[in-house]
């Protein structure tokens, strides 16, 4: 390969004839400093803060990064005089920079555990809508493996993909199509998630035998964001009913703020079924006799492609099938 290094705007890139350097080379040549450089550039936006997070001097970190530019044989950053920002190329290696930096520092956290005897880590991600299956599948877990230490982010499926990119959760409960690059991701699909309306356990409408739709017309919601598969599906659900979804609703994915809300207003909301049957089951709200023609897309184990799994993960994906 020529000395040139290949920007994301070249035509060698747009036609994909680019030979980059091989797997060897590369690890040959890369070092754990220089990565953490790309991600403090990609952070800070100057090579001069860059460096002094790094407590490195400035011709020091300029060096390192042209290492590393010429190490994979592309240009990383566009320099200007308002600073430095990454190239197309470049956010993908810093995707990945964070991917390693997070895997040392889960390595030495499971290294550290090991050697006190605090046992393995887990950190993982879920939806809303799959809240009960995985909390039954931790309640089992914990049962086999009592010294495990575990962290759960719930979010909606797109903030926990930016968390798996970056290393900070190993697997997660979601779906990976809200990706605009669904193909970097393993996904085991796991369930069809059934939703349904709820309203307060004092909602005049709670006692009813029927409703529909068009008797909610009028009323509060409480709906998920727009960019979420959960609201595109009600929306879909009006729209076979003639009706447009109402305008004033109050936005959240969460579960606990929803059912507060309803305890304390008229409002009725979207709630994966399974949720709202733990609730209901607690007296905390009702479910409303809504027929609902269609299913929201089925959520399942979203992981990064061909990664390696720690041996708890894999236990934890082995329970989670067994609840299914």
Known sequence: ???????????????????????????GRLRLKQLALLTALDEQGSLHKAAEVMHMTQPAATKALHEVE???????????????????????????????????????????????GQGARLAIGTIAGAASLVARALARLHVVQPEVSIEIVEDSSARQLALLDQGRIELMIGRSMVS???????????????????????????????????DL????????????????????????????????????ASSFMTVTLL????????????????????????????ALK???EPYGIVTRKNATLSSIAKMFIHILHQQR
């Not at 929306?235 to 009706?243: I, P, Q, R, W, Y």
């Not at 207003?265 to 809504?290: E, Q, T, Y």
């Open 1 to 27: 390969m020529s000395n040139e290094l290949i920007s994301s705007g070249d035509n060698h890139l747009q036609q994909a004839q680019v030979a980059l350097p091989s797997v060897a080379a590369i690890l």
């Open 70 to 116: 010429d190490a994979l044989g592309l240009i990383l950053f566009d320099r200007s005089s308002r600073g430095i920002e990454a190239t197309e190329l470049g956010r993908c290696v810093i995707r990945y920079a964070r991917v390693i930096q997070s895997d040392v520092s889960n390595l030495h956290h499971e290294l550290q555990g090991m050697l006190t």
């Open 180 to 214: 605009p690059q669904p193909q970097i991701y393993q996904i085991d699909m796991l369930w069809d998630e059934a939703m349904c309306i709820v309203a307060g356990v004092d909602h005049p409408l709670a006692q009813a035998q029927k409703v529909s739709l068009h």
């Open 217 to 252: 017309l009028h009323a509060p919601w409480i709906l998920y964001s727009s960019n979420l598969p959960m609201r595109v599906w009600i929306e879909h659900e009006f729209k076979l009913e003639g009706l447009r979804i109402p305008g004033n609703a109050i936005e959240t």
């Open 263 to 290: 305890a304390q207003s008229g409002m009725v909301a979207v709630m994966p079924r399974d949720n709202a049957d733990f609730f209901a089951a607690k007296g905390m709200l009702r479910i409303l006799p809504v």
């Open 294 to 296: 269609t299913c929201v």
